[in-house]
Structure formats: C-alpha cells, structure tokens
C-alpha cells in the first residue's frame, strides 16, 4: 500500500502553511466548526487524531480537557511544526503513516481524522483497524473531500462560469469511477482517491460501526456573498464530508 507524503514537499507545505495562515480558509472557516461540532464530550477521554498535520486539533481537544491526545502524521514538516506551536502537557505527536496503525498497540475513546483519509487507498481496511482500536462505545468522528469533490480529475473546468468570472454550477465529471486521482494543485502530480458516496457509507457499516451522524460542508450566506472570489462555489458543491461512527454493541 503506497504512502503519500505530500506535505514534505517544500512547496506545497509552504503553500499549505500560508493559507493556514490566512484569516479565511477552508479549514477554518468550513471544516473545523462543522468537525467540532460533531464531537463528543472529550472531559477524560484518550484521543487519537490521525493525520493530526500542524496540531491546531489536537491541541483543541487538549484544551477540551482530554485525559491524553495523540497526533500521528507522516509529514516531519507538520509535525515539526506542530511540537513547536500547538504543544501541551497531554499531547504527544508521532511520525507515523496511517498505514502503520498495526503497530498502536493501545486503545482510545476517540478517534478523529481531518481531511486526511483522502490519501487511503484501503478506506475499507482503515474502518476496520479503527474500529479495532477503539474501546467499547468508542466514537470516530472524520471529515473527507467530499466524493463529488474528490471526483474532478483536472481534465476539465470544475465551474462554468459567467463572462465575469461567477461561478453558475459545477461540473461533475467520471463520478462513478473510483480510484486514484492525479491532479494538479499547487503541484503538478498531487494524488487523492475518489470514492462514491455509497462505497463510503458501505465500507464504514462493513466495518461494524453505526453512522450517527453525516454532514456536508456548508457555509453561511452572508459570509459566502462577502467573500464570493474565496468562497462562491460553495453553493454549488460540498467541499467536504463528514462522519459520526460508534462501536455500539
């Protein structure tokens, strides 16, 4: 199973920083209140985030007064980074793959993911290893590109667009064909794995766990019409999505 590593790559990890760094982008704006949102109390919980990047989350659930977080990425870069800005006492990050999951040995109450599993060529495998992982009433919260998101393969425009420029709807294109996508953001080979909504939901149940709750990303219109050169297509498709899973026996 391959292991992408994108993020340590010098310019698409500077490129990633810098939006981070914006007051407005995706993650901030549309993905975190929505992932939050769909948390559970973590008050003495033991959290693993996987794909934990620069740690803003792991340190919002340390903040959230969990027992211990534990944030595992692939990325020296992210990690790097997140040792030095998003530290605490019950945070512990480590280089690890999410293909390596095999070698966790302990158990969690919580197991989140954000925007990470895009990269999974297995997602089926991965469900079932977390699941493994989790304690008895344990709960998976994770967001994804959304599938119709995640379906564009860079052949096409993703929006016909007015002659100025505004967005009217999107294109969606080989929605049906899942697989490994090759498309070029930020750098010229970037890869993602498109999967159908259904073979999402399929894999998750086949896996053992209860959906208790699905979300697609949304934005508030006022804030959308604010900012239409960033945010204007966010109408027209969901950008991410997320998912609520419980090892309910």
Known sequence: MSKQNIYDNDKFYENFKDSRGKELNFNDVIETPIITSMLPDLNGKTVLDIGCGMGQH????????????????????????????????NIEYRR???????????????????????????????????????????????????????A??????RYTRTEKGERLYANLHNYGIEGLRHIRWVVDDYEVYHRKVSTLINDIAAAGFVIQECQESKLPEEIRLAHLDLFGGVIHQPDFIFFRCSKCK
Not at 114 to 133: C, H, N, P, W
Not at 152 to 157: A, P
Request: with cysteine.
């Open 58 to 89: 792991a340190l919002q659930y340390s903040k959230s007064d969990a027992k211990s977080v534990l944030g595992i990425d692939i990325s020296e870069k992210m990690l790097a980074y997140a040792k030095e800005n998003n530290s605490a006492a």
């Open 96 to 150: 690890m793959a999410f293909e390596d999951l095999d070698e966790l040995e302990q158990k969690f109450d919580v197991i989140t993911s954000s925007l990470a599993f895009d990269y999974v060529e297995d997602f089926g495998k991965l469900m079932k290893r977390i699941y493994a992982m989790l304690n008895e009433n344990g709960v998976c919260v994770f967001s994804m590109s959304h599938p119709i998101a995640t």
């Open 152 to 157: 564009y393969d860079g052949v096409y425009d």
